[in-house]
């Protein structure tokens, strides 16, 4: 009786709240996991299908639709309520600002480990936390023979920006960008490099970019994907003020973000009584007075040019245009802050101490045509790094899409320039480290033995076997993407775990055969390929531990 009042745990929470104990919370992780797992997979390699996104907002026309095979909009857009959906959205997140690149493996080997944990577990009742051992183990073991396997051609110039750019083509030829992904993998792979470097340390770290926000994507509407091009300098999708001029030479440029009427009477319904229109005469006066006064302080700069974030409005407009100056009203606030950051200034919004204001310099700024509209192009910037890429399509679905496409190549590649070393994709990778976790559990699994004399033993060999058949999902996920066989996975297995080490055969999906993936030049970044394993294991082992799930009462509204 005592016994039954202890286990009663309900009883302590608040009325309306849930609780999941033991097998029950188990399967529900499972489940949960396992579907947003096999909701992404078919995305996953360089035949992978596109997703549409539809918001429910609004009606009719008023949905927004986005048509995508990026992992990281698709997780990001999508509402779950599993916490265990929860946690490999979260993880998939931290891969994507981290690296860039890999969300959609990380998310993917997470639920092929949790499918696997769930055999174990329901079936051959191994204790999670004996998994949770043996997935540790093999996660190290996985983990030396990718670096093993990794190659590093930083001290060679040439083969390094070949390295870069296979990486880079590897990243798009899964992407919308994959008929042009040559042309594309020069322009992300010549962006990163433009932004600087430090010398290379002992640990095979070389080149580290700076901020890529110097990099700036500019989608216009218009001509065919091949003809999207990398502009020098930084291009600004704004026009200059009416009557100024359309080119400045050895621009001294002050960013702000202040409102140019800040004085005006401004509040909604407010009236202003007067005997005559000479008082409302002087009341304009007076504001037009108090712009003219920001003005010349904005003037006592000593800066040529005035790129604002909010309206300019008329008369300051005028009074830029008289005095010589380019004023530029309106500029968003991502696109200034890049521009300040390139132009190597700083945005103020009060101006009363010119002094302690650093200004932005640029060689030229003019204003140029891109298709039938008009930007103003800043050239010659301090340093040279700042750049931007234009991209031109015919939809903007298709520039939308480009746009995602080309940032995972840029965050792939500077990942890359900061972690020089490369692996091989094609499926390569997941295979050798694989073979290296079933050699590794091979000392612990002398199967009849090991049950007579140690359990636990025999549990984690078990568990290392189900993180090799996890990672041998992937190989065999890409090739049936692409129409392939699943026996060409298992042979695939099974030449790695013929040859020696480190084998470099992958699968060759256009041929439907396997490939040398070296000499085929298929690779991929080390950083993001031994962080989607970390993570992914990291992930799962979270989600193996949890054994109950309490849901608190909503709240009541009065």
């Not at 092929?112 to 051959?124: P, S």
């Not at 229109?277 to 006592?300: L, P, Y």
């Not at 390139?342 to 103020?348: C, H, S, T």
């Not at 050239?379 to 399509?393: D, E, F, M, P």
């Amino acid at each position: 009786m005592q016994e039954s009042r202890y286990n009663a745990s309900l009883d302590i929470l608040k009325a309306g709240a849930m609780e999941q104990k033991g097998e029950e919370c188990r399967l529900s992780n499972f489940m949960g996991a396992v579907a947003l797992s096999d909701l992404v997979k078919t995305t996953l390699g360089p035949k992978g299908m596109d997703k549409i996104l539809q918001s429910t907002g609004g009606g009719g026309r008023g949905k927004a639709v986005h048509v995508t095979n990026d992992g990281a909009t698709i997780l990001k857009n999508i509402v779950v309520d599993n916490p265990a959906a929860k946690i490999l959205i979260d993880i998939s997140k931290t891969q994507d600002e981290e690296v860039g690149d890999g969300t959609t493996t990380v998310c993917v080997l997470a639920g092929e480990l949790l499918r696997q944990a769930e055999k174990l577990i329901m079936v051959q009742q191994i204790h999670p936390q004996v998994i949770i051992d043996g997935w540790r183990e093999a996660a190290k073991v996985a983990r030396d023979a990718l670096e093993k396997s990794a190659v590093n051609n930083f001290s060679d110039e040439t083969r390094f920006k070949e390295d870069l750019l296979n990486i880079a083509r590897t990243t798009l030829s899964s992407k919308v960008l994959s008929l042009d992904r040559d042309h594309f993998a020069e322009l992300a792979v010549n962006a990163v490099l433009r932004l600087g470097e430090t010398p290379q340390s002992p640990k095979g770290v070389g080149k580290r970019p700076k901020n890529l926000e110097l990099i700036s994507v500019m989608k216009k509407l218009g001509g065919t994907m091949a003809d999207s091009y990398l502009e020098d300098g930084f291009l600004l999708d704004k026009k200059i003020g009416i009557g100024q001029p359309k080119t400045m030479k050895d621009a001294k440029i002050l960013v702000a973000n202040t409102s140019m009427d800040t004085d005006k009477i401004k509040i909604f319904g407010a009236h202003v009584k007067t005997d005559n229109v000479d008082t409302v005469a002087a009341i304009e006066k007076a504001e037009k007075q108090r712009m003219k006064d920001k003005v010349d302080k904005i003037m006592g700069f000593k800066c040529n040019c005035f790129i604002n974030r909010q309206l300019i409005y008329n008369y300051p407009e005028e009074l830029f245009a008289n005095a010589g100056m380019i004023a530029i009203e309106h500029a968003d606030f991502d696109g200034i802050e890049r521009l300040a950051s390139a132009l190597g200034g700083e945005v103020v919004s009060q101006f009363d101490d010119p002094e302690g204001v650093k200004l932005g310099e640029c060689k030229l700024i003019e204003e140029v045509m891109i298709g039938e509209d008009t930007a103003v192009r800043f050239s010659g910037l301090k340093g040279g790094q700042a750049c931007t890429i234009v991209l031109r399509g015919s939809s903007q679905q298709l520039l939308d899409e480009a746009e995602r496409s080309l940032n995972d190549a840029l965050c792939i590649v500077a990942s890359t320039v900061r972690d020089t070393r490369v692996v091989f994709g094609a499926g390569c990778s997941e295979s050798l480290m694989a073979n290296a976790v079933r050699n590794a559990s091979a000392t612990l699994r002398s199967k009849e033995e090991l049950l007579a004399v140690d359990k636990r033993s025999f549990g984690k060999a078990k568990a290392m076997d189900a993180f090799a058949t996890a990672l041998n999902q992937i190989p065999l996920i890409i090739g049936e993407s692409a129409g392939m066989s699943a026996q060409f996975a298992d042979d695939l297995e099974q030449i790695h775990a013929r040859s020696e080490f480190p084998c470099r055969q992958g699968l060759d999906i256009n041929n439907n055969t396997f490939m040398d993936v070296e000499k085929a030049g298929v690779t991929e970044s080390f950083l993001s390929k031994s962080s989607s394993l970390e993570y992914a294991s990291e992930a799962a082992e979270m989600i193996l531990r949890v054994d109950d799930i309490i849901r608190c009462a909503p709240r009541q509204r009065k």
